[in-house]
């Protein structure tokens, strides 16, 4: 788990965010009951972040029921109760530091250190939220083919008590609370995401602006720059002592050479890219057409006994490195086609075996509610019995 929480400092700078890791690790041996332990004993170290677990170690003591140990899953409940609530304190807190944020975001112009930092611990806290939950699903499985088991002698008859379908209620309750706890933690990085993209909106707006300056400034300058370069040039002669202009009368060649390469160019703009891309289609169709007349050509000489102006041993090499060539994309092609029966096969068995497990499940859902109904079915009758003893005469 890891628990993040901020400086308060006002900055948000990516330096702010405090964090701290803690992990949990537990081994829990359960000895079953005998006639030195009626009740059973159980066995439980804790280790790895030793202030955590004593924390825990000291809320499994204080939820210690006597007759809850006959039960090998007692002590899960207590555990998984502390570590949801640190989860809990967990993902509240990434939640703060998206929401002071949030509240000045017009404060910072590009605060992308910061929120890629809220965003790597909130990754975290949702990659620890899947393997706790992933857990308590697996010790819940347990669990329940523990309680489902028929017992295989007397000692064993109190797995059927009323305790263990608490345990398992216990554990429910909790794996809801985690799962509720991940669709937040979610939803936190959804939220630092669109921040981010918010952020980069907002820097491309100012870019975009500062662009907009950019182009209307050379707007205005570019007629000047224009004007002054067509004066400039020897179609136009200005006198100065006589203030007299003088004006070639071959302008015209300027406007036959501007107006075609203005066009051109503007052409070029918008058809450029499918002109070239048609372009380099032809040039691989002829390689191609070249490439099969050049093959082509090589077996007409070889049939027509030409091998005596050519070399025997060079058309030889020629025809092997052709049937070299074609033997290869024959083999890919039997390849890419092996490579989609045995996904489609994949596919197929992964169905099936989906199908297989669903089926399994449905027929163990339907047998432990048997077991279920027949239990009550005999707790009726003992009932019924017991009053019947109760109100007959003595």
């Not at 009726?380 to 003595?394: D, F, G, H, L, N």
Request: proline share 3%; glycine share 4%.
């Amino acid at each position: 788990m890891k628990h993040v929480n901020s400086a308060n400092s006002g900055h948000h700078n990516k330096n702010d965010i405090n964090y701290k890791w803690v992990k949990l690790n537990a081994f829990v041996r359960w000895y079953a009951s005998s006639d030195e332990c009626p009740k059973g004993r159980t066995e439980i170290v804790l280790f790895d972040h030793p202030e955590f677990a004593q924390e825990v170690g000291d809320f499994i003591i204080s939820q210690l029921k006597l007759r809850e140990l006959s039960d090998p899953f007692w002590a899960y409940p207590a555990m998984v109760e502390k570590v949801a609530a640190l989860h809990d304190v967990c993902v509240w807190e990434s939640r703060t530091l998206i929401r002071n944020y949030e509240k000045q975001r017009t404060l910072y112009r590009d605060p992308f250190d910061y929120l890629h930092e809220v965003s790597r611990h909130s990754l975290h806290i949702n990659e620890t939220l899947h393997v706790a939950e992933s857990i308590l699903d697996s010790m819940q499985k347990y669990h329940d083919h523990f309680t489902t088991t028929e017992p295989s002698n007397k000692e064993n008859v109190d797995r059927f008590h009323p305790f263990p379908q608490n345990i398992k209620n216990r554990l429910g309750h909790l794996q809801t609370t985690l799962t509720h706890l991940r669709h937040r933690a979610e939803s936190n990085h959804e939220r630092v995401k669109a921040e981010i993209s918010l952020s980069f909106n907002k820097s491309a707006q100012i870019e975009s602006g500062a662009t907009r300056t950019i182009s209307l400034a050379g707007l205005l300058f570019l007629p000047a720059a224009y004007i002054t370069a067509l004066f400039s040039t020897s179609f136009f002669n200005y006198d100065a002592p006589t203030g007299i202009w003088g004006f070639s009368h071959r302008f015209w060649i300027y406007w036959a050479v501007t107006i075609p390469v203005t066009v051109l160019t503007i052409f070029l703009w918008f058809f450029g890219a499918m002109i070239w891309g048609a372009v380099l289609n032809c040039c691989k169709d002829i390689r191609a057409l070249f490439q099969g007349s050049v093959t082509l050509g090589v077996r007409e000489t070889i049939d027509t006994g030409h091998l005596e102006s050519m070399g025997e041993t060079w058309a030889g090499e020629v025809m092997k490195r052709v049937e070299k060539k074609r033997e290869e994309e024959r083999k890919e092609k039997r390849e890419e086609k092996e490579e989609r029966e045995r996904t489609r096969r994949e596919v197929k068995e992964m169905r099936e075996r989906k199908r297989r497990e669903d089926e399994e499940r449905r027929e163990r859902v339907r047998v432990r509610k048997e077991e279920e109904e027949k239990e009550r079915r005999m707790n009726e009758v003992t009932k019924r019995s017991r009053e019947q003893m109760r109100v007959s005469p003595a």
